[in-house]
Each structure stands twice: as structure tokens, then as C-alpha cells.
């Protein structure tokens, strides 16, 4: 079994900063894709960014120059750096990857808790 664990959601004032991280545990062979979702109220879940193949990284529109997704592979982690939050980034977000168990040829999606991050002032 993998579990996914957020962390560093919270109120901040428009305009602020959080640092939400995610890590993995677990029966893990390989880690792919990690990345980060969100859902606000009465919306679908959407993708805020994530690693692809390799090191590439995939940045919905309205985040990018504002977000910076980075990961510790030792640690199985990955971070999602939040700046110049706006009240519209309000929102659950979720940590999601693709994960080889152990002594398994499967890749199987995985999914965090979620953890809330409010903007307002």
C-alpha cells in the first residue's frame, strides 16, 4: 500500500505565500507524473502542476509565473511553492502520483487527503 501525505495548507492574506508539500510512503518501487490538483466549491478537480516525464513540468495557465513545483526524490516529496496567492487560488488541493508498487509492473494512481488553502483577507 502507498498513502500520500499533504501538508502546509492554511489561511493567507491575498497576495501571500504558502509551501504545501507531499509525501509518499509506502510499498514504492517507482514514483511517476507527481503532482498537484485542486478543487474549489461547486468546480472540478484541475490540474495546478506536475512532473511528467523526466523533469518536465506541466503549469495550468493560471498559475504559471506565480507557482513552482520541485521534488526531493530521496524523500519521495514533492513541494508546490505558492506566491502571489489571489482569493481565486482558494481552493482543496490534492497531491496525486502514479506509483510501481513494490515487486509490481503496475502503475497504479494515487491519491492525498487534500489539504485547504484559503485566500482572503
Known amino acids: 500500500q502507498v498513502q500520500l501525505v499533504e501538508s502546509g495548507g492554511g489561511l493567507v492574506q491575498p497576495g501571500g505565500s504558502l509551501r504545501l508539500s507531499c509525501a509518499a510512503s509506502g510499498s514504492i518501487g517507482s514514483i511517476f507524473a507527481m503532482g498537484w490538483y485542486r478543487q474549489a466549491p461547486g468546480k472540478q478537480r484541475e490540474l495546478v502542476a506536475t512532473f511528467t516525464s523526466g523533469n518536465n513540468t506541466n503549469y495550468a495557465d493560471s498559475v504559471k509565473g506565480r507557482f513552482t513545483i520541485s521534488r526531493d526524490n530521496a524523500k519521495n516529496t514533492v513541494y508546490l511553492q505558492m506566491n502571489s496567492l489571489k482569493p481565486e487560488d482558494t481552493a482543496v488541493y490534492f497531491c496525486?502520483?502514479?506509483?510501481?508498487?513494490?515487486?509490481?509492473?503496475?502503475?497504479?494512481?494515487?491519491w492525498g487527503q487534500g489539504t485547504q488553502v484559503t485566500v482572503s483577507s
Open positions: 496525486n502520483a502514479g506509483v510501481r508498487g513494490l515487486g509490481s509492473l503496475r502503475i497504479l494512481p494515487y
